[in-house]
Every structure is written in structure tokens, then in C-alpha cells.
């Protein structure tokens, strides 16, 4: 059924707030389409035609030819569904003012069409030849009361434009009217209107009230508005250095190739905020309320570029054109849109399509000096970025550019994102400002993709200040001397804390105290706690969080020094290094667990502990090697499968000796609970009957399928290990590296994402046994290579009954691995948070670079070797520790109890429920005829 609609007058970007109708380009009972422009309108900004919403018919024309209407009013009304068909059906009559009453044959009159308007003439200013006038000018004048003699034209032959016309209008004074001199005079008629308001005349001074109209008057509706968005903002400064050398690199290329093209820092900037959205894609999300519910609306990547446009007048406008679907062009797209945008900003070409959707929008005031800024975010925008001017730190304005250069001091920008916070929070903005760091460092191609996009060649380096110009640096004085050698020593303090951080961890669960290193006391380094303040944050290269030395040396202690720790300065890839370096102090993978994932973790924590002491007291004497100590392993490989999983991975194949087998067959490889207390059942028969034959349901194979929380399935093959130690661990990289290999083609595919190895080793057997030296050799050859192994070293601080400085001749038992450049990660297993970031940074670093990584997961032995052993008798100190020490699992459970998240009692019937999951298990065990299937 065909129904009515109104045309109404588009938003056409910030300042617009109302349109002068230029021409009709339809008439009504004229058919239209949807898309087809109905109307020519003018604004102070822009020129545009209004197209129809939807194909029909129009009606009614509602807002004449000259008329100026304000933003969303109605121009015309359409039929909807209308067949158009003008010849079967009359032209309705143009919507007119009521008129009297006249005789019949007026009435019965037909509309003749308007004939098309001509080009307007006016005499000129001095009486010369007439001047031509633009048709908006002409109606702007006239809806305005503007005599055209009296305007000036800036166009060609001095013809009056549209704008010469605002010009006139902005630039006229407002009569100020006169108050009667007498109380007696004459009270205004009733019919007249309202004298506008004037501001009391200063004694002495003669005062100019000037209403403020169009793009002004415009500006102040829209921060008004602004004032309803609750917007916080983040600041960021960030090292220019590289964007510096790799803008001037491109130029350079750009003009060897003979090419008129120039790049600038905004180009480069912008570029850089649209890929770092499509990281942050939360940065352009907006608010909107759609039948009175708030709603995050994502309409697209639609950047805005603030352009200040300067006026004849001299005053200045400010535009946001708008680059829609940023995301979608490379460099060179964008680049062609951004400056075809800002030319039509500043010739006034801009159409109203252009300056309509940003969803976040780029300003620049660093470009007229401003350090710093904090622009309002209109309403429909997600997030505003400013940038501020480029320069050295203000701390360094003494120091002369040569010595600032031998400091490694460098240029930098400060950058902030004022952000809606009712869809965005702080931690998303600052995430996105530290993305857009990183890409103007060069982080993940950045600039390779902008030299691609612009046919350039990516040169080899950065450019590297000459000798020659070193040479000439000035001799700094007593101060600069003094904070030469504070900044000094402060890198080197940073380069102690990650170089020997680990030695004052505190990563053991028994409380023994970290051996520490007089290298990470700034005493001696000859820092003073006002020296230590007086050296800023930005020249240290460090990630963490502080604004000068002092501040940074506490977020360095807790990186380095805490219940987790790393071993990456022996490697030999610079790459790698910085990789490392940034996602530690940047604290990416150590996130807090939210609520529901520590309750999910703690109930993970439960059941492992829950099984080993049923298998305990239920089998007395037969053995279990539990994994009591070192329960946060099963955590940390559920955690791991997890990740793979969301990165594609379809397979896991697993290695481990004995320690912990069956808790990581039940949890891991996802085996049911009556499938390993069969075990134990035929095994007691066994014993009953003499049979005193070994321990295999500790060594046997185990296969099953891990779910994850959001639905995906893992593979996993527990290979069999005839040995208690690390005989296994070849075979896992075999078995691996032939699960990946495809051989469909004329050549072997090798696919390291679909199958994953994870080798669990012994502390006392990783240095000890010359296999593990021998596989690790084989993960960086191109013949046996499987695209990165997950070693997790369980470290019960105990080999059988030997303790460590009996058994190895290095600081720890993963030190062997620093011989293949592999990354280490000590973490203490009482740590929950801190055991899932070492997993998250692993398998993030597996996936980075294709390298082995590995994990030394201190922990303890709560029994003996095999539950029938008394360790207190080798170790009776260590034991008595042990005996006095909470389990992990009642450790996080007090301190989820004390964070609010449950009750004791609420964590004794999770307890509860455990053991009573493994009481059913064992009675369809025995109740069962038949056996549950085989390991």
C-alpha cells in the first residue's frame, strides 16, 4: 500500500544548522527514485542536493524555492509506492499560503511550470557594467534583506557568490536601539517587536553588542550540545624518531622517483589511528538510545579530519570532513582521499555527504604550536584525537640538540583520545593510544605497507647522525653534567632490572628469600632520590607506567621482581628482545582474572585437588604421584589449550613423565574419573593376588578431546612414556612435526598452527639428561622444526630426594635452555594470575615467532616421591615448611573469600561436591560388569 513520507533537510556535518532552498529539481506528481536528488540547497558551508529517501511519487513541495529552513524540517512530502505514472494521474498543486476566496474561473486555472530561473544581474558597487550573481547568493540575499549593490564579489569579474553574501551579513552591524530619555515617552505598540537585548555601555566606553549568526551562532548550539557527552581523556606522549626519519626516507623516495607527492606527519598519524582502530575497534563505537535503551552503535571506521579553514575576513571556520570506511584503504587510498578532502575543505567544495558520520575524528593543534590538547566530542562521535606539536621534552630545553642526540633523547608528540564514556572505557583508550605508539615506531609493517602502498623502496635502516655533526657538540656545564649522569645511570638501573630482576623475585611457595643483586640498588649507581625525579620517564625506553625514574622504578620492581620473572636479555634477536620487553612492562598479558574466571579457575583448582586426595585415601598404598604442589600446571595447560584453540589449533600432542600424570589425564586430556579408578580396581585385584608388576597406568597413552568455555574442541594425545623421565620428549616432536606435514602436492606443507607439541619435564631431569639438550637443538632447523615447543618445567625443588645445589651446577633448572636463545618465564605455583600471564605470554610468543618457550613452574612436592616414601627424613626442613603450608587451592579460595566473590562455606560444598563426583565414579566403577575403556 503506498503511504506518505517527508523529505527533510539532512545533517550536513557540525556548524550546519539551516539551508536556503536553491531549486526545485522535481515537481509534484514527478516520479522519483530512491537516491535521486529532489532539491538544490546552500548553506554557509557547503552546497548540496537532497536526495529522496525512497522511489514514489513527490506530492507537496514544502519549503519554496528561497525559503531557509533549519535542519530537519520539511522540504517536501513523497508517495511512497507510488507507479508514477504522471499521465494517468494529476499533478497535486505545490503547497501554497491560503489565499481569498476568488471567482471560478481562477480557481479552475491550471499551474503553468516554473520556468528555470536566469542568471542574476545587479549593477555594480560604483555604477559601472552589472556583475553576475551566483542563484544562492541571490536567495540568500533575499531572504536575508541584503541589497546586493552593497556586497563585494570575490569571484571571477567581481561576481557575487553565496559567501560574499554571508560575508555581508556577519560583517553588518546590529543597530543598537536607543532608550527613551524620558519616563513619559511613548510605550512601544503591542504589535511591534521586542527591542533585542543590549549590554550596559561602560562609563566612557562606547560598547558593540554583535549577535553571533550562521557558523558561530552554529558552533555555540554544538558545544553546548557536547556538554551532554560524558567524555574522559587520556594522554600519551610518544617518541617521534622513527616516524621523523621514515617521513623523511619516504619523501626522499617519493621525489627520486620524480613524483610531485608529499607526505606529511598528519598523513602519517591518521594512517596510523586507522590501523590501530582496527585493533581497538571499540575506539570508533558510538552511543546512540534506540527506543529508549542505550546502545553501542558500530556504523564503521569513519575518520574525521578537523580542517581549519581562515575566511576572507580573516575569522576562522573549522570543518570535519569525514574519510569513510578508513579502514578499508591502504596508505596510498588514504592518503588521495585525505587531500582531496581538505582541498574541497578550504575551497568550499565540501558537499553535505562529506562532512556527515565520523565516528572518530583527528584534530591537529600541534600544527599552530599547542603542546597539548583536549577537543569536545560532539554527539554521535566514539573518540577524538588530537595531536600536539612535535619537540624535545621541555626537561631537555637546556641541553643542546647534539648532546640530547648522544643521550638517545628524542623528539615527541603528546597525543590524546577524549573518548564517550558510556561506550568506552579507560583502559580501551589507553590500549589504543599505546597501539598507535607502537605502529609509529614500526611496529607489525607499519611503514613497510606505507613504502608498498606508495611504490617506494623501503630503505635497509634509519638514518644515523653523521660523526662529523656528533663532533661538533657543545661541552655541557655542571648541571647538564649531572643530569648527563643521572640519565646514565638510570639506563643502566633499567638494564639491571631486566637483566637480573629475577634474582629478587619472590618465587618460591615456602617463602625462601631471593638471593638479590647489589646491581638492582640505585645507591649504587649514584642515584639520590632527588636525581632519581629529576630524570624523566621519556628518555629511559621503558614501557611501564611513571613520569621520571622514581616513579618508574616501582612499576619495574613489580614487573621484574614479583611472583613471576624473565630471562630475555640473552637473546641474541633484537626483535625478540623488544618484543618481549614491551609486552612485559607493558603489563598485555597480566590483566586481572574477572570475577567469573576466578571462580571457574578455583573450580579447576578443586577438582584436581579433590581427586588426588580421594586416590590417597581411597587406594591406601598404591602409588599416585600426585601433582599436590604444582596443582596451577592443570590451570596453565587448560589455559594454553584454550589459546590454541582461538588461534586455530585443532591438535595437541603432549609429553610428561610421572609427576601429576593422571591429574593432567582426568583434566587435560579430559578422561572420565571411572576410566582411571579402573585402573586402580584391577590394580588392587592385582595386588590381592601377588602381582607386584610395575606402575604402567603412569606411563600409558591417553587420548581424548579438551572443550573449551566458548564451544571449541582440542584434540589431545598424551603419548606414552616408557621411562620416568624425558625419553619421551623426541617422540612428541616426531609425532608432531608428522601430524603437520601435508603431502597432497608435489612438496611437503607443513602446518605449525593445526598441530601443537607441549613437553612437561622434570626439574631435576631438564639439566640432567642429555635428550633434553639434543631436542632442544632440533626446534630452530628447518629438517625437524615444529614451529615452537611449550616446555613446562615442573619444579618440585627436589629431585627424588636431592636438592638442587647437590644436582646441578647452574642457578636454575631451566638455564640450559638460554644456550638456544629461547625466552625463560619463572613463576611461583602458588600465583594463579601470575601462572595464566606466563601462559599467555608463551603461546603469544610461539605464535609471533615460530620459537620453543619456556616455563619453570616453582612449586613443591607435597608427599614423597611416590606417597609410600617419608621425605621428612632427607629433608625435614623443607618438609616442615611444606606440612605448615596452605594449598593453592585454599590460598585462592581465602582470597577470593576475602574479595567478596564467595563464602567459606560456599567453597567447602565445592569441595564437598568434588569429593562426592569421585564417591559416584568409583560405585559405577564397581557396580559396572563391564570395564571403562583402556588408557
Not at 560583517?171 to 512601544?188: F, I, Q
Not at 625443588?797 to 638442587?804: A, E, H, K, S, V
Request: charge should be negative.
Amino acid at each position: 500500500m503506498p503511504h506518505s513520507m517527508q523529505v527533510t533537510l539532512p545533517e550536513m556535518g557540525e556548524s550546519v544548522t539551516e539551508g536556503t532552498v536553491a531549486k526545485w529539481l522535481k515537481q509534484p506528481g514527478d516520479s522519483v527514485r530512491e537516491g535521486e536528488a529532489l532539491v538544490e540547497v546552500t548553506t554557509d558551508k557547503v552546497d548540496a542536493e537532497v536526495p529522496a529517501p525512497a522511489s514514489g511519487r513527490l506530492l507537496k513541495i514544502l519549503a519554496d524555492a528561497g525559503q531557509t529552513i533549519t535542519v530537519g524540517a520539511a522540504l517536501a512530502e513523497i508517495e511512497v509506492g507510488g507507479d508514477g505514472d504522471v499521465a494517468k494521474q494529476p499533478k497535486p498543486e505545490q503547497a501554497k499560503p491560503a489565499q481569498p476566496d476568488g471567482p471560478p474561473e481562477a480557481a479552475n486555472a491550471q499551474p503553468t511550470a516554473p520556468a528555470k530561473a536566469p542568471a542574476v544581474e545587479t549593477p555594480a558597487p560604483n555604477g559601472g557594467a552589472t556583475v553576475e550573481v551566483s542563484e544562492g547568493a541571490e536567495l540568500l540575499a533575499r531572504s536575508r534583506g541584503v541589497d546586493l549593490k552593497r556586497v563585494k564579489g570575490s569571484g571571477p569579474g567581481g561576481s557575487i557568490r553565496r559567501r560574499d553574501v554571508m560575508d555581508a551579513i556577519e560583517a553588518a552591524p546590529t543597530p543598537t536601539p536607543t532608550l527613551p530619555r524620558k519616563e513619559t515617552a511613548e510605550a512601544p505598540s503591542p504589535t511591534a517587536p521586542a527591542p533585542s537585548p543590549t549590554v550596559p555601555p561602560e562609563r566612557g566606553r562606547e560598547t558593540t553588542a554583535i549577535p553571533l549568526r550562521g557558523a558561530q551562532a552554529a558552533l555555540v548550539k554544538y558545544m553546548e550540545e557536547s556538554r551532554e557527552v560524558p567524555t574522559a581523556t587520556s594522554f600519551r606522549t610518544v617518541r617521534v624518531d622513527v616516524l621523523d626519519q621514515r617521513r623523511r626516507q619516504l619523501n626522499r623516495g617519493i621525489q627520486d622517483a620524480g613524483r610531485p607527492e608529499k607526505i606529511s606527519y598528519t598523513h602519517l598519524v591518521a594512517f596510523a589511528i586507522r590501523r590501530a582502530v582496527k585493533d581497538v575497534p571499540s575506539m570508533a563505537v558510538t552511543f546512540d538510545r534506540i527506543d529508549g535503551t542505550p546502545t553501542r552503535v558500530a556504523r564503521g571506521v569513519h575518520l574525521g579530519l578537523a580542517v581549519d579553514v581562515q575566511r576572507q575576513d580573516g575569522s576562522r571556520m573549522l570543518v570535519v570532513p569525514v574519510i569513510r570506511d578508513a579502514d578499508r584503504l591502504d596508505f596510498g587510498a588514504f592518503r588521495n582521499q585525505y587531500e582531496t578532502l581538505v582541498s574541497k575543505a578550504r575551497t568550499g567544495k565540501l558537499v553535505a555527504d562529506e562532512l556527515a558520520g565520523a565516528t572518530i575524528v583527528l584534530t591537529n593543534p600541534g600544527g599552530i604550536g599547542t603542546v597539548a590538547s583536549v577537543p569536545r566530542l560532539m554527539k554521535g562521535q566514539g573518540s577524538i584525537i588530537a595531536t600536539g606539536a612535535i619537540g624535545y621534552p621541555p626537561e631537555f630545553s637546556s641541553i643542546a640538540d647534539s648532546g640530547l642526540r648522544q643521550l638517545g633523547v628524542s623528539k615527541v608528540m603528546t597525543m590524546t583520545s577524549t573518548y564517550d564514556h558510556r561506550v568506552i572505557q579507560g583502559a580501551e583508550s589507553g590500549e589504543f593510544l599505546r597501539r598507535i605508539e607502537e605502529l609509529l615506531a614500526g611496529a607489525d609493517g607499519f611503514y613497510e605497507s606505507v613504502f608498498e602502498a606508495m611504490h617506494v623502496g623501503l630503505p635497509t635502516g634509519l638514518v644515523q647522525v653523521p660523526a662529523a655533526m656528533e663532533a661538533a657538540a657543545t661541552v655541557p656545564t655542571t648541571a647538564d653534567a649531572e643530569i648527563l649522569r643521572a640519565v646514565a645511570a638510570g639506563m643502566a638501573l633499567v638494564a639491571a632490572y631486566r637483566s637480573h630482576g629475577h634474582l629478587a623475585a619472590r618465587l618460591d611457595p615456602l617463602g625462601s628469600a631471593p638471593t638479590g643483586d647489589p646491581s638492582l640498588d640505585p645507591v649504587n649507581h649514584g642515584l639520590t632520590p632527588q636525581l632519581m625525579d629529576a630524570v624523566p620517564a621519556a628518555v629511559l625506553r621503558v614501557r611501564v607506567p611513571g613520569e621520571n625514574l622514581a616513579e618508574v622504578m616501582t612499576h619495574l620492581r613489580e614487573t621484574y621482581c614479583s611472583t613471576i620473572a624473565y630471562e630475555i636479555e640473552h637473546i641474541s634477536s633484537h626483535e625478540q628482545r623488544n618484543w618481549l620487553r614491551e609486552r612485559i612492562e607493558s603489563g598485555r598479558y597480566r590483566q586481572p582474572l574477572s570475577p567469573e574466571r576466578k571462580l571457574q579457575l578455583l573450580g579447576r583448582l578443586t577438582k584436581v585437588e579433590a581427586m588426588d586426595r580421594y586416590l590417597r585415601r581411597t587406594f591406601l598404598g598404591q602409588k599416585t604421584f600426585s601433582i599436590e604442589g604444582l596443582d596451577s600446571m592443570i590451570v596453565m595447560l587448560e589455559e594454553t589449550l584454550q589459546l590454541l584453540a582461538d588461534n586455530g589449533t585443532r591438535h595437541v600432542v603432549m609429553g610428561m613423565a610421572h609427576r601429576g600424570r593422571l591429574s593432567v589425564i582426568a583434566h587435560v586430556v579430559n578422561r572420565t574419573y571411572e576410566s582411571l579408578l579402573v585402573e586402580f580396581e584391577q590394580n588392587k585385584a592385582r595386588l590381592e593376588a601377588g602381582d607386584v608388576t610395575g606402575d604402567v597406568k603412569y606411563h600409558a597413552e591417553a587420548e581424548g578431546t579438551y572443550v573449551t568455555p566458548n564451544g571449541k574442541q582440542v584434540s589431545v594425545t598424551l603419548l606414552a612414556n616408557p621411562s620416568h623421565l624425558e625419553a619421551v620428549d623426541p617422540v612428541v616432536e616426531g609425532w608432531t612435526r608428522a601430524e603437520q606435514t601435508r603431502r597432497k602436492g608435489p612438496t611437503p606443507h607443513f602446518d605449525r598452527t593445526g598441530t601443537v607439541p607441549i613437553l612437561i619435564h622434570g626439574d631435576a631431569a631438564f639439566p640432567a639428561q642429555g635428550v633434553v639438550a639434543e631436542v632442544l637443538n632440533l626446534q630452530k632447523l628447518e629438517g625437524y622444526s615444529t614451529g615452537g615447543t611449550l616446555h613446562l618445567i615442573a619444579n618440585n625443588q627436589l629431585g627424588f630426594t636431592t636438592d638442587p645445589e647437590e644436582a646441578r651446577s647452574s642457578r636454575y633448572a631451566s638455564d640450559v635452555a638460554k644456550g638456544f636463545d629461547l625466552p625463560i618465564i619463572h613463576v611461583n605455583a602458588d600465583d594463579i594470575t601470575a601462572c595464566v600471564s606466563a601462559v599467555r605470554l608463551a603461546t603469544a610468543f610461539r605464535q609471533k615467532f615460530g620459537r620453543d618457550v619456556v616455563i619453570d613452574l616453582i612449586g613443591y612436592r607435597r608427599f614423597g616421591h611416590n606417597e609410600t616414601d617419608e621425605p621428612a627424613y632427607t629433608q625435614p626442613q623443607m618438609y616442615d615448611a611444606i606440612h605448615a603450608h596452605p594449598t593453592v587451592r585454599e590460598i585462592f579460595a581465602a582470597q577470593l573469600i576475602e574479595e567478596g566473590l564467595l563464602s567459606a562455606e560456599d567453597a567447602q560444598s565445592r569441595t564437598e561436591a568434588a569429593q562426592a563426583r569421585l564417591g559416584n565414579a568409583l560405585q559405577n566403577v564397581r557396580e559396572s560388569a563391564a570395564h571403562a575403556p583402556e588408557l
